[in-house]
């Protein structure tokens, strides 16, 4: 088949080497120069390096800092959850190595499938915008804003977090290593604003990088359709995000490889989605009615229990131990 794939983010960048065998071709919005992969670079090294593995790169290549801890600030405490593979690592590089050797039309926004008259297939990577499938009715778009930062003087040495209330989003602090940090925040309404700011001048801070876009955390039950003609979501565009912790790397590589098994396919690709992220909708609507206050953890209960016995039977999964009581924490926040 000849396939376009339209954005060269994770999910995009991986996608093109999973498809041998094909005439594959890449379109990036944005000049080469100026591409960049907005994102804390927060994963889990277990889950992530055997899908690495399959496009010939090692990802231990790419870790900057190996967690031992998070420290979970909820307001009126703290706990300290302890981490079974949660790395930072070099996103960016990691995705300008797997779009190497590969033909990628820089600076082109593509806007419609109609300019892909020669192509079978068009794969909407795009992210956010989701350019060539339909608007996502009620989308949940939280603004996130982020300065790679370099000090002698940051406070923690391990990953931080701090939710905010409601579930509205969260203050995270990333460390990358000598003396450097991804730091933070996503709310709903931006209400960060300024906060990021006095962390830098409090621990004087040197600004590497400022960067920001908000992420979505509508999961695929809701970013339906996947498809629009010969186009097909994968990715966020169609809501592969961890509603509670907007965390999208691992999911958009596997709803990738998900594409990859059902090339050509439509209709199985999308019921086979469904089926994978089906906790993601779960999740959705945990975070949605703490969201709209109406969460009650009696009535709760049963969905923080099933998210909950999700995460402990995947802790490699998220890289991160899970317990029943500091879940029941955070659902106070
Ligand atoms: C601030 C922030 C921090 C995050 N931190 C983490 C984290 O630590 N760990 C984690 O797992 N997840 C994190 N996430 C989420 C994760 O980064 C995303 O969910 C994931 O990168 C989505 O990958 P993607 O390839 O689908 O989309 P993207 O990475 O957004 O890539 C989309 C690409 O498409 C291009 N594009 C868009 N529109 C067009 C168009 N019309 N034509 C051509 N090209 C186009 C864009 O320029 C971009 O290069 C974070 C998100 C944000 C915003």
């Known amino acids: 088949m000849k396939i376009?794939?339209?954005?060269?983010?994770?999910?995009?960048?991986?996608?093109?080497?999973?498809?041998?065998?094909?005439?594959?071709?890449?379109?990036?919005?944005?000049?080469?120069?100026?591409?960049?992969?907005?994102?804390?670079?927060?994963?889990?090294?277990?889950?992530?390096?055997?899908?690495?593995?399959k496009v010939g790169l090692n990802f231990d290549d790419y870790v900057l800092h190996t967690g031992d801890k998070m420290i979970v600030d909820y307001g009126t405490g703290s706990f300290e959850a302890p981490l079974k593979g949660l790395v930072t690592y070099?996103?960016?590089?990691?995705?300008?190595?797997?779009?190497?050797?590969?033909?990628?039309?820089?600076?082109t926004q593509v806007r419609s499938v109609d300019a892909f008259g020669d192509f079978d297939m068009v794969v909407d990577a795009t992210g956010m915008p989701r350019s060539l499938l339909p608007k996502v009715k009620d989308d949940i778009l939280v603004p996130c804003l982020e300065y790679q930062v370099r000090s002698s003087k940051l406070p923690w040495d391990d990953f931080y977090i701090r939710p905010y209330r409601g579930m509205r989003g969260y203050f995270w602090f990333f460390p990358l290593g000598d003396g450097t940090a991804h730091v933070g925040a996503g709310e709903l309404n931006g209400a960060?604003?300024?906060?990021?700011?006095?962390?830098?001048?409090?621990?004087?801070?040197?600004?590497?990088?400022?960067?920001?876009?908000?992420?979505?955390?509508?999961?695929?039950?809701?970013?339906?359709?996947?498809?629009?003609?010969?186009?097909?979501?994968?990715?966020?565009?169609?809501?592969?995000?961890?509603?509670?912790?907007?965390?999208?790397?691992?999911?958009?590589?596997?709803?990738?490889?998900?594409?990859?098994?059902?090339?050509?396919?439509?209709?199985?690709?999308?019921?086979?989605?469904?089926?994978?992220?089906?906790?993601?909708?779960?999740?959705?609507?945990?975070?949605?009615?703490?969201?709209?206050?109406?969460?009650?953890?009696v009535r709760n209960f049963p969905e923080l229990f099933a998210i909950y016995m999700h995460m402990r039977s995947n802790t490699e999964r998220y890289g991160l131990e899970t317990h029943l009581s500091d879940m029941i924490k955070l659902s106070h926040v």
Not at 265 to 285: H, N
Request: contains cysteine.
């Open 4 to 53: 376009a794939v339209v954005g060269a983010g994770v999910a995009g960048s991986y996608l093109i080497n999973r498809l041998d065998g094909h005439e594959v071709e890449c379109f990036e919005q944005r000049q080469q120069e100026k591409w960049y992969t907005v994102c804390a670079w927060g994963t889990s090294r277990p889950y992530i390096s055997s899908m690495v593995k």
């Open 90 to 107: 070099d996103k960016h590089r990691l995705c300008e190595d797997m779009l190497k050797g590969h033909k990628i039309h820089w600076g």
């Open 192 to 297: 960060y604003r300024g906060e990021l700011e006095a962390f830098l001048k409090k621990y004087d801070c040197e600004v590497i990088r400022k960067i920001g876009r908000p992420v979505r955390i509508v999961p695929p039950a809701y970013c339906q359709p996947f498809t629009n003609g010969k186009a097909v979501g994968v990715g966020e565009s169609i809501g592969t995000v961890y509603p509670m912790l907007g965390e999208g790397i691992i999911p958009s590589m596997q709803c990738v490889e998900t594409l990859v098994q059902n090339l050509g396919d439509t209709e199985r690709y999308s019921e086979e989605i469904l089926k994978q992220y089906d906790i993601y909708a779960k999740v959705f609507r945990f975070v949605k009615s703490k969201i709209d206050g109406n969460f009650s953890l």
